[in-house]
């Protein structure tokens, strides 16, 4: 069993304990991070006189062979051999060039090498989910510009409320995800210090440049308290929260594909290479993806909830409790990684029934709010007009029909203050372009916003 302590120790620890304690099994994910870190380590040690540059260039050439040995599949992670991703990179580096590479750990300690891994391990996976998220609102973007006239209904409550387009209601989740990426900058521009040279938590006596170091690995510098930098995973907590929160907006978005796709709705129909079938019921066809989408996210929360109590009632300054922050959030990258292609793929190729949309939006009841404000128009007081709206939909629900479908005789029989021109103003077309505000879905409005949104894509390239 190779480990990093042991000297003040009499008797073997016992092989349950070892594998218990141990976290090889998952931290090996760290491989690339602990060498890259301990590459800008000796470099730094070497800058500073504590190792020659001969010790130096032997121990990175030693680093970067047990790194192209493992990609290569040449040199395999022997987990009932090493404790931990760092014991086994030591390890080999000292059977590979020998005594330089007792001096790689100078200055350092686990504490805040482990710091430094997960770290870096986080600010790369920060960057890949936000490219993730880039794509899907180039998908999301895509289907605004090709549907600003495809009307449906917009709800409350599940409730048919007032006529809107496709791309307006996709324009609602472009800027939901938009401020995931937003979350996402903050989170990199936060974390961004470097806890390498913190040692166990009290600094080291070894003349360290620890802003050389951060600077080798691209930090905006080092951290500013060595206790802090060894037992703070604020940064990890805040990107599960913001994985969790992009997972909480996939289940919502997925949970209308999902509607949309039933028999009652028929608003879309999901490609075969993103649907599944039954086992004994032929004609299924069955929303898979975004089902899994939005049951995987109660995972993604799992991990976040349990990150926080781990940290609950931690004293300063690091604790073995901290190894428990590793599997959760692996968990947690992993499942929104994999949610985002596949969902993205999925709406890229989803088809819309733009005819059942629009006779939805027509047999719901979505003018109503437009016939109203006619009203208003013809000198009516508001509250009057609801009223009479009011009796206008119960007349139309007695009669098995749409307010537009009625006569103008059976309008002027609700009130007659009902004209010829008031077709026109309950149209869907009407109802949707006539809306101005910015924000609101008038064509008009949604092609400015649409423009700003492609700019802010290209500003983000």
């Not at 210090?193 to 170091?213: I, K, N, Q, V």
Request: hydrophobic share 40%; charged share 25%.
């Amino acid at each position: 069993m190779a480990q990093l302590w042991g000297g003040r120790f009499t008797k073997e620890t016992d092989w349950q304990v070892y594998h218990f304690n141990a976290s090889i099994g998952f931290d090996k994910r760290f491989l690339h991070q602990d060498i890259e870190g301990s590459i800008a380590h000796v470099t730094m040690l070497a800058k500073q006189g504590i190792l020659t540059d001969a010790e130096k260039a032997r121990i990175i050439e030693g680093l970067n062979g047990i790194l192209a040995d493992v990609d290569a599949g040449i040199l395999l992670i022997d987990e009932d051999k090493y404790e931990d991703v760092h014991s086994f990179v030591e390890a080999n580096l000292i059977d590979r060039i020998g005594e330089p590479g007792k001096k790689l750990h100078t200055g350092r300690s686990r504490n805040d090498q482990v710091a430094l891994d997960m770290k870096l391990y986080t600010r790369t996976q920060v960057k890949e989910v936000d490219a993730l998220l880039k794509k899907l609102l180039e998908a999301i973007l895509h289907t605004m510009e090709e549907n600003l006239e495809t009307y449906m209904p917009g709800f409350t409550h599940l409730q048919k409320a007032q006529p809107i387009t496709l791309a307006h209601h996709y324009g609602a989740y472009f800027e939901m995800f938009k401020r995931d990426r937003d979350r996402l900058t903050d989170i990199y521009k936060r974390m961004n210090y470097c806890p390498l040279g913190a040692g166990a938590l009290a600094g080291t006596t070894y003349p360290l440049d620890r802003d050389y170091s951060a600077q080798l690995m691209g930090f905006a510098g080092p951290t500013m308290n060595s206790i802090d930098s060894v037992s703070d995973r604020d940064y990890l907590i805040e990107f599960l929260s913001a994985l969790a929160t992009i997972m909480m907006h996939l289940s919502r978005f997925s949970e209308e594909i999902i509607i949309w796709n039933s028999n009652e709705y028929r608003f879309v129909e999901i490609d075969d290479a993103y649907s599944t079938g039954s086992s004994i019921m032929p004609q299924k066809k069955n929303p898979d993806i975004a089902e899994l989408v939005r049951g995987k996210t109660g995972r993604v929360y799992g991990a976040l909830m349990s990150l926080l109590t781990t940290m609950k009632g931690l004293p300063l300054a690091y604790n073995k409790d901290m190894q428990e922050d590793k599997e959760v959030a692996f968990d947690a990258i992993d499942t929104v990684k994999n949610c985002l292609p596949l969902f993205t793929g999925m709406i890229e190729t989803m088809k819309f029934r733009k005819d059942r949309m629009a006779e939805s939006a027509m047999n719901g009841f979505t003018n109503a709010t437009d016939a109203a404000d006619y009203l208003v128009g013809k000198g009516v007081p508001f509250r009057d007009a609801h009223g009479i709206i009011g009796r206008l939909v119960l007349y139309c629900i007695d009669k098995n029909t749409s307010i537009d479908a009625l006569s103008l005789t059976e309008l002027k029989e609700i009130s007659d203050v009902f004209e010829e021109d008031v077709f026109d103003a309950v149209s869907l077309k009407t109802c949707v372009e006539k809306r101005l505000t910015f924000g609101a879905p008038g064509p008009e409005m949604m092609k400015k916003v649409i423009e700003i949104q492609k700019q802010y894509l290209q500003e983000e390239a």
